[in-house]
């Protein structure tokens, strides 16, 4: 890194009021968020913090004077700007409601559209604007999510929001309702709910893209004889044939069983085997291994 | 779902009082939830933002909601201007190029 004094365009001899004064100035020309077209600004800006780390901190500033650190590993962590959010899903909160008529037809136009009024070209003017949306966070139950089942939202004047779930929405998606937002103000209309989805973990299933992935026990003599077991999916529990001689991490899957999007393909459900052996190992049992192992031993870990 | 507690946990230079004068300020608009507000990652960010308006750069507090204003129309803007590139990047190569030519000239 430069010389921080020179970074921040102050004499070596400035004092700590003056270097505090140079920094914010160069921060408000400089910040990211302020120079949202700017890509340079966002190194510049690092630039600035990162000095300003050194010789706007009195403590640092006399070691650095004195020598005993320099300016270098000293850069500022890499950076989360509003201006990677602004304009984007997840940020509509913060539209500006602004009107973009006298930009020309075309974006009037889009700006019309966006705000759910009429629209048409050269359209006339008026105070009619769409109410203000409204954001709501509801975290649904796992199974809920997988199988979109309708839920219900209490607002704070106590009435009550149907909010029906797509099959398989992740965390993260959004749900809009539309005209379930603030009133419209003139002719206006009312503005739209979004309902940011959190699915909750569930204690048993869980979910890569649209499989569902479930850890089923099985008993030693199950391993051993293979045969029936019934297994949960999330449409209730179903029989599955266990293949004489499984293995722990062995997986049987269950096509179709998975979640099934509104769009895409239907996912399956992986079983994934895990055998358990009894609590207590009776004499019988132990008899009977210590006799098998006699003329049957073999090594599961002859490849390791 | 990130709670004001986790807010205040990752922004460390906010404090609760200074968060909930921003939420009713409507300068950070978390979601409503069951219980308590949700905030998302782009909540997040506008938190660091006032931090750094407020905070450190000791914007004063007149002056904040006329910066995140335009802020906010800057951001529509390039919105609107991206999906408008969208469609001219979607258009044939002549239409493409007649578009960027005649833009040019007017520059």
């Known amino acids: ?304 | 779902m990130i709670t004001e507690n986790d807010v205040i946990e990752i922004v460390k230079t906010v404090d609760r009082g200074q968060l909930r004068v921003w939420v009713r300020e409507r300068w950070v608009c978390p979601a409503q939830g069951t219980e308590e507000a949700a905030y998302n990652e782009a909540d997040i960010a506008r938190v660091r933002l006032l931090d750094m308006l407020a905070n450190e750069l000791q914007v004063g507090t007149e002056a904040i909601p006329i910066i995140l204003s335009l802020i906010d129309q800057i951001h529509d803007m390039r919105a609107q201007m991206r999906v408008l590139d969208e469609v001219i990047s979607d258009q044939p190569e002549d239409i493409r190029m007649q578009v960027l030519r005649q833009a040019l000239d007017r520059c």
């Open chain 1, 1 to 304: 890194m430069e010389d921080p004094y020179k970074i921040l365009g102050v004499s070596k001899s400035a004092t700590d009021a003056e270097i505090k004064k140079a920094y914010r100035k160069l921060a408000k020309k400089h910040h990211p968020d302020l120079n949202p077209s700017d890509k340079a600004s966002e190194s510049k800006f690092q630039e600035i913090s990162a000095a300003n780390d050194i010789i706007g901190d009195p403590e640092k500033r006399k070691r650095f004077d004195a020598g005993e650190i320099d300016a270098s590993g000293n850069e500022t962590p890499e950076h989360q700007y509003y201006k990677q959010y602004g304009g984007r899903p997840g940020a509509q909160q913060y539209s500006s409601g602004g009107n973009f008529d006298d930009m020309g037809d075309i974006f009037s136009q889009m700006f019309r559209q966006r705000q759910g009024g009429a629209g048409g070209f050269g359209g006339g003017r008026s105070f009619d604007m769409k109410g203000q949306d409204a954001r709501y966070h509801l975290a649904v139950s796992f199974l809920d999510a997988v199988n979109g089942n309708p839920q219900r939202i209490t607002l704070p004047d106590g009435s009550n929001l149907e909010v029906r779930i797509p099959q398989g929405i992740k965390t993260g998606q959004s749900i809009r309702l539309k005209g379930k937002g603030q009133p419209g103000i003139g002719n206006g209309p009312p503005g739209d709910a979004y309902v940011e989805i959190e699915v909750k973990p569930h204690k048993l299933f869980k979910r890569e893209g649209n499989d569902i992935v479930v850890e089923v026990p099985i008993s030693f003599d199950e391993a051993v004889l293979g045969g029936k077991i019934e297994v949960p999916t999330i449409d209730g529990r179903v029989r599955v044939n266990v293949p004489a001689g499984a293995s722990t991490g062995q997986t049987l899957r269950l096509k179709g069983k998975g979640v099934k999007p509104r769009k895409g393909k239907t996912g399956d459900q992986r079983v994934i085997l895990k055998v358990v052996m009894p609590k207590v190992i009776d004499p019988e049992l132990k008899a009977f291994a210590e006799k098998w192992r006699k003329d049957h031993a073999y090594n599961p870990r002859e490849n390791m």
